[in-house]
């Protein structure tokens, strides 16, 4: 082993410190120590597994130590990746010592396994390598978290041969507070980046030179800046370029030379980019091929501004591993003298409520969230994450439900999420979808605005202003910035549905079949994108294509949406007897929703000798929807559906009235200037009616589905004879 494998740090050795007694863990060894951390081997009697247990030693139970220990934790358990090890919590002894309870893994580390080869290791099983650690820190990086002591005793490699980067010690987790003076170095540095070395500031790029040196090191046995002492090292790193490549394969030295640049801006952008580039250079090494240098464009460029962030932090050889779980101190703990937080196992709590609000769409999956919240939530009320994620069940629970009791939950919490931790892109996140959910758009807008600013690589951030963006009419801005959340979370079905809904919107259908397809055939059970596939193949002209659709729907899932779906589809089909069946079904699930009962008075009103049902239905959607304009005034497509149905019931002045809200509301909205033309056309007054149907195709709304529109027929034959538009 080299002198220097160990992290640069302030403080003096760790000691030896003494296994604990008297709780539910049996010690079975002594896997190793540094200045941060003794780590045992050891077996939980309850569950009957074996976990490692970091202790944290007493002579460096100091504040910044211990604040440096809890933020391991914290960074580390905020991930959920396969190349990421897990965390299963922090736990307390008998003696009022903290440690950290994680999983155990049979293997070795890298460095293990080059000390023992004693020589450098095949390309091909080096590339494997590297890349499995850089699928690892994409996920960290999407995550907002920095590791900043990337090195071989930090990779593990277990008995089948996947590796797991452990030890977030050092890790540096966007909003928290430096913890020590600045200029400090932190790292181990013969894997430092330059900007490190020199105690500047550090983003994910850092990471990504670091698996640069990592990988130089497994394909040549040397490391790229190596010297007797850490200052001549260090030196090295700063001003001299890597040993030799000569030493390195010819399909990984423009990886290498990329990775390895002394100025961050011209190394790859992200995780992903290496992790492509290493693929190519592994494809070129069997065809014999040098694979081009890798071209980085400066749009690619991550223009965020970071704040200084230093820190000195001991050697952790735990084998720590995250899951997605990161417990927030409240601000008032500490600041204002309060009791410290209190940390608890739940981790696995967390985990299984994110993966199940995932999948929402499933039957039990939404209640099953909210419960293990809620536990969460009882165990430690200033988890702000916890907080956040309870909000957003409660506005998907009043998205489907229009309940007024779930609104007010998803702001309470929310809101209570905010005070907790305000600089969590997630909380701004859960906030600003709240906001957009009352109809407070401009709050909305500055809630994900801040989001991006906390943390520029947040995949629902993106993806949240991006549907903002198309409320204003900034389609392109919109686009961007659902390709931007794709980019950033490939594998989010929530995305690509989001952006498939964008398309459809944009009357782009076949591109949003092919989104809508894609979640499909990862998911054959998604019910939301079986819902929009539905939509996009009605609006194509293949009608029964969408009723085939909805049927297997409703009989998968047999709920309310489904349902109205399946209504609108034999609607447009003119099946409206079927339509009337289907809606009914819907209403018998979920009986306070104003868009379906709108939905069946339509059909009653276009079917002979109806018209009594037609006004019935008319006046339940009329009665639900103000109630719920009470509850969210700001709500433009909630004025719009009321202004259509006293146009209906030829209440005029209140018509009126809620489509000047909505027009105010939404004033380049082309569904609601869509709305106006058929109010005004229900009015009897065609021209008023002509002029806005005309602006809202101009505003990008589908002339063909203004010309399925039954209410419009009369008035887009005219507009055909006279060419009005």
């Known amino acids: 082993m080299h002198p220097d494998d160990t992290t640069r740090i302030d403080a003096g050795e760790g000691e030896r410190l003494a296994p604990p007694g008297g709780s539910r863990y049996r010690i079975t060894g002594r896997v190793g120590e540094g200045g941060m951390g003794v780590v045992y081997k050891a077996v939980d009697v309850e569950l009957g597994r074996t976990v490692a247990l970091k202790f944290l030693p007493h002579s460096s139970q100091t504040a910044d130590a211990g604040e440096r220990f809890l933020r391991e934790a914290r960074a580390a358990s905020a991930l959920d990746h396969v190349h990421i090890g897990t965390i299963y919590g922090i736990e307390e002894d008998a003696a009022g010592r903290r440690f950290l309870v994680m999983a155990y893994y049979e293997g070795d580390s890298l460095a293990g ?102 990988l130089y090191e497994m394909v040549t046995g040397e490391r790229p800046f190596e010297a007797p002492s850490i200052p001549a090292t260090l030196y090295r790193v700063v001003h001299d370029p890597p040993r030799s490549m000569e030493q390195v394969p010819a399909p990984l030295r423009p990886v290498l030379q990329c990775a390895l640049a002394k100025d961050a801006a011209a190394r790859f952008a992200s995780a992903a980019e290496f992790l492509d580039a290493l693929r190519a250079a592994e494809g070129a090494a069997e065809t014999g091929a040098a694979p081009a240098a890798p071209q980085l464009l400066e749009s690619d460029r991550p223009r965020r501004r970071l704040r200084r962030t230093w820190a000195a932090a001991a050697l952790a050889l735990a084998l720590l591993a995250p899951a997605a779980w990161v417990w927030q101190r409240s601000r008032t703990s500490s600041a204002a003298g309060g009791a410290a937080p209190f940390f608890t196992t739940a981790s696995g709590d967390y985990l299984e409520a994110v993966r199940r609000l995932k999948r929402w769409d499933q039957a039990g999956n939404l209640d ?81 605005e801040r989001a991006l600013r906390l943390d520029p ?37 929530a995305a690509h549905d989001a952006y498939g809904n964008f398309l ?8 949003a079949i092919r989104e809508w397809q894609e979640v499909i055939r990862r998911a054959p059970d998604h019910a939301p994108a079986m819902v929009n596939l539905g939509s996009a193949l009605s609006e194509t002209g293949r009608i029964a294509e969408a009723i085939t659709i909805y049927r297997r729907l409703v009989e998968l899932q047999p709920e309310a949406m489904a349902w109205t779906n399946l209504g609108t589809a034999y609607s447009r089909a003119k099946r409206y007897e079927e339509a009337v069946g289907a809606y009914k079904k819907s209403l018998e699930i979920q009986s306070r929703d104003p868009m379906t009962w709108g939905n069946l ?39 719009s559906d009321l202004a259509l149905y006293y146009a209906k019931t030829s209440n005029a002045g209140l018509a009126r009235q809620r489509l000047a809200t909505a027009l105010q509301l939404a004033p380049k909205g082309p569904e609601i200037h869509a709305a106006a033309a058929e109010v005004h056309e229900l009015l009897g007054e065609r021209a008023r009616a002509v002029e806005y149907a005309r602006e809202s195709i101009r505003l990008g709304y589908p002339r063909q589905r203004l010309e399925r529109n039954p209410e419009l027929a009369s008035l887009l034959a005219e507009a055909r004879v006279r060419r009005s538009f």
């Open 601 to 639: 008075a339509f059909v009653y009103s276009w079917m002979p000798g109806r018209q009594k049902e037609a006004g019935e239905a008319f006046a339940r959607a009329i009665g639900l929807g103000e109630e719920q304009r009470k509850q969210s005034p700001r709500d433009a497509f909630l004025h």
């Open 504 to 511: 459809f919107r944009q009357s782009r259908y076949e591109e």
């Open 113 to 214: 396994l080059m000390a023992k080869s004693g020589a450098p290791l095949p390309q091909g099983q080096a590339v494997k390598i590297a890349a499995q650690v850089a699928e690892g820190l994409k996920e960290a990086h999407a995550r907002g978290i920095v590791h900043r002591d990337i090195k071989p005793s930090n990779i593990l490699l277990t008995r089948q041969g996947v590796v797991k980067i452990v030890d977030f010690g050092l890790a540096h987790v966007q909003g928290a507070a430096p913890l020590t003076r600045e200029g400090t170095q932190m790292g181990t540095p013969a894997y430092m980046s330059p900007e490190q070395a020199l105690g500047g500031e550090v983003d994910h790029r850092t990471d990504l030179w670091a698996l640069g040196a990592v």
């Open 368 to 448: 099953q969230a909210a419960q293990l919240l809620e536990q969460c939530l009882r165990r430690d009320p200033s988890f702000a994450l916890g907080h956040a994620r309870l909000a957003e069940v409660w506005r998907i629970r009043y998205a489907l439900n229009r309940d007024k009791a779930a609104l007010e939950n998803a702001a309470r919490h929310a809101g209570e999420a905010v005070r907790l931790n305000a600089d969590l892109a997630p909380v701004q996140v859960a906030e600003g979808r709240v906001q957009a959910m009352l109809g407070h758009s401009d709050l909305a807008m500055a809630a994900f």
């Open 457 to 493: 690589n947040d995949a629902e951030a993106h993806q949240a202003v991006a549907r903002q963006y198309e409320r204003q009419g900034r389609r392109e801005d919109a686009e961007r910035s659902f390709q931007r959340a794709l980019e950033f979370d490939p594998e989010d079905l």
